[in-house]
């Protein structure tokens, strides 16, 4: 695996890649951090990057400008730079990208939602896959879901909570794979259907086996005031529900992974990512090819 910092205008991104692609090209997958992170946290809050080699990924993580009241992706400011960052990707891979994911957790999840709306972003991405980001058919938030009061922060009214952490109305008029992971103490439960899976004539959903990790994560919510079951404690092993709706046309790949006594927070235990990997690698690509 090579690692290196690419600067794109004074504002860099770490992009990990395969000593050299596979013969059947690479998988392409945009590591988008939450509010109030960055891309070094989110690049150990989901290690992709550990895959690269073994099954032929390309990733690369990203940081947003906005850092007041605290970072976040915003429109204006970072819109035209993660299109520059996928440019300067398939730049690199001309005709080898046969899939294109985005791969992006909480805020970042919410702001990937708002780009798959667009056709520049519909034309391009095979796959979604939101990291406590939000669900197409959305799973209900447990209550008090958020970050934790910090020391002399007045809370949050719950009318602006649930602005900040709901998903866009309705469903994208695009077409792609996707894949929802989250903790059980963020949500309420998750739905046993998928109005996504539905649309594309998919059939009730079938569970796999669970995947069982040994090892925790790596990373976790260090900011002080403490933390909460639903934002997220301290890493550790555990156990994930792994759900798929079979039978999608063209092949997509729509799928729920629970993580069993797990927040918002923790980072993603290996075994947790290997199956998400698998999911992405696994799904039908192409549209950088058909687009360009």
Do not use: C
Request: charged letters at 25%; hydrophobic letters at 35%.
């Amino acid at each position: 695996m090579i690692t290196e910092k690419v600067d794109l205008d004074g504002r860099p991104f770490t992009l990990d890649r395969p000593d050299a692609p596979a013969e059947d090209g690479v998988v392409f997958v945009l590591n988008l951090h939450g509010a109030g992170s960055l891309g070094p946290w989110q690049r150990e809050y989901f290690p992709v990057h550990d895959h690269v080699d073994e099954y032929g990924l390309v990733v690369a993580t990203p940081t947003a400008q906005t850092k007041v009241p605290f970072r976040r992706w915003v429109a204006e400011a970072d819109d035209a730079y993660l299109q520059a960052v996928v440019e300067d990707v398939l730049a690199r891979y001309p005709g080898q990208v046969r899939s294109f994911w985005l791969a992006a957790h909480s805020q970042g999840s919410l702001t990937s939602n708002r780009l798959l709306r667009t056709d520049w972003w519909a034309d391009r991405v095979d796959g979604w896959l939101s990291l406590g980001g939000g669900r197409l058919g959305q799973a209900p938030l447990a209550e008090g879901f958020g970050p934790p009061l910090q020391p002399g922060q007045q809370p949050i009214p719950p009318e602006v909570r649930a602005r900040m952490f709901s998903v866009a109305e309705g469903l994208p008029s695009a077409e792609f794979s996707f894949v929802y992971t989250a903790g059980e103490h963020e949500i309420v439960s998750l739905p046993d259907t998928s109005p996504w899976a539905e649309r594309f004539g998919g059939g009730d959903r079938v569970r796999l086996d669970d995947v069982v990790d040994d090892q925790p994560g790596r990373i976790h919510d260090t900011r002080p005031g403490g933390s909460t079951l639903a934002w997220g404690r301290l890493p550790g092993p555990g156990t994930a529900e792994v759900y798929v709706y079979p039978g999608l046309r063209g092949d997509l790949v729509v799928a729920d992974v629970l993580r069993k006594g797990k927040g918002h927070t923790e980072g993603l235990e290996p075994q947790v990512v290997r199956t998400l990997v698998e999911f992405m690698v696994g799904a039908p690509g192409g549209k950088v090819q058909r687009n360009r």
